[in-house]
């Protein structure tokens, strides 16, 4: 498994209704509101074997209000 942490820059007034249609999918280990350039923060466990690219284009990016990612992958938690 690997563990990435995804912000999303939502369009105006659209935060509430993406954090939503995420938690819906069920595919997020967390999920914050944040301050500053991003709206909200997604902590993504991606199954092993799976393209980590493709998994959040396939499971993520398809949510209507989202207007730019950020991604950053785990290397080691201490």
Do not use: W
Request: glycine residues 6%.
């Amino acid at each position: 498994m690997q563990t990435v942490f995804v912000q999303i820059r939502c369009k105006p007034g659209t935060a509430y209704d993406v954090a939503f249609q995420i938690v819906l999918k069920e595919i997020h280990a967390e999920l914050y509101s944040t301050s500053g350039e991003y709206d909200l923060m997604v902590k993504l466990i991606i199954p092993a074997g799976e393209d980590i690219g493709r998994y959040i284009n396939d499971n993520l990016l398809d949510v209507p209000g989202i207007e730019r990612t950020l991604t950053t992958l785990t290397f080691k938690a201490f």
